[in-house]
T-cell receptor, first 114, second 109 residues
């Protein structure tokens, strides 16, 4: 079974630009969660999508948004990039239907904002 | 909000045992995960605890005490490849997964 894939793996943008990251979950998984990982803050939860609906949301500004398609693939968008948005963005997929919700992580997208 | 605490760094020698503690204060509890993350790689699942007690899986064991809001991950017979960051994560009542900042374990020969 193929794992979680994320594209692109690396991205360099400048302040004020916007960026879209993509995540393809494991086949059959309906839940996709997004996380931001920085050395100082660790893994911070952004949001979770389940069956095309945002089911949970973390404490990030409205510049961070996402969506999920009918095939469970998900995209995350960050508008008006700031230097502090430089981070590793991880997505994780799970079945989303059980309390025991083991998440399988993708390799991440390393975003650098200059 | 969620508060999950674990030590920042630990160092041990090959063959030794290391215990990584995690304390948590969350809005409800639906389970606790431990993940391993090597530098530059994605986190990988190690263990899941939802009931009190010890879960053993080979060289790795995880313990949970819900009344104390406490868990530990025990790594036995340390190997060089165990050098990594270990992340404690808790599922709260709304099924959100909240992570601690991670504990970097360095194994020395």
């Amino acid at each position: 079974k193929a794992g979680v894939t994320q594209t692109p793996r690396y991205l360099i943008k400048t302040r004020g630009q916007q960026v879209t990251l993509s995540c393809s979950p494991i086949s059959g998984h309906r839940s996709v969660s997004w996380y931001q990982q920085t050395p100082g803050q660790g893994l911070q939860f952004l949001f979770e999508y389940f069956s095309e609906t945002q089911r949970n949301k973390g404490n990030f500004p409205g510049r961070f948004s996402g969506r999920q398609f009918s095939n469970s693939r998900s995209e995350m968008n960050v508008s008006t990039l700031e230097l502090g948005d430089s981070a590793l963005y991880l997505c994780a997929s799970s079945s989303g239907t059980e309390a025991y919700n083991e998440q399988f992580f993708g390799p991440g997208t390393r975003l650098t904002v200059l | 909000g969620q508060n999950i605490d674990q030590p920042t760094e630990m160092t041990a020698t090959e063959g030794a045992i290391v215990q990584i503690n995690c304390t948590y204060q969350t809005s409800g509890f639906n389970g606790l995960f431990w993940y391993q993350q090597h530098a530059g790689e994605a986190p990988t699942f190690l263990s899941y605890n939802v009931l009190d007690g010890l879960e053993e899986k080979g060289r790795f064991s995880s313990f949970l005490s819900r009344s104390k809001g406490y868990s530990y991950l025990l790594l036995k017979e340390l190997q060089m490849k165990d050098s990594a960051s270990y992340l404690c994560a808790v599922i709260s009542n709304d099924y959100k997964l909240s992570f601690g900042a991670g504990t970097t374990v360095t194994v020395r020969a």
